[in-house]
């Protein structure tokens, strides 16, 4: 779960998960439901991220038990 930071020539910055690639494009996704995919030539720059693209005080949203649920899926998942 390696986040991952495009940008783009038109100025544009995207951050998120990088779930699929090809010769041609790449796509990151920062949610189950939500991504999208950007052309390799439209690329100026495309790199790994020590920035986490989990918000900010998430953690501190969640009961004791949710996170447990959520590290104990995101461990499944790998």
Do not use: C, H, N
């Not at 995919?37 to 004791?64: E, W």
């Amino acid at each position: 779960y390696e986040p991952w930071v495009a940008e783009t020539l038109d100025g544009g910055t995207f951050q998120g998960i990088l779930v699929d690639q090809d010769s041609q494009t790449i796509t990151l996704a920062w949610s189950p439901t939500e991504s999208i995919r950007l052309d390799r030539q439209d690329l100026v720059d495309l790199s790994p991220t020590s920035v986490s693209i989990m918000p900010s005080g998430f953690d501190q949203q969640l009961s004791d038990q949710d996170l447990a649920d959520l590290l104990a899926f995101l461990k499944a998942s790998r």
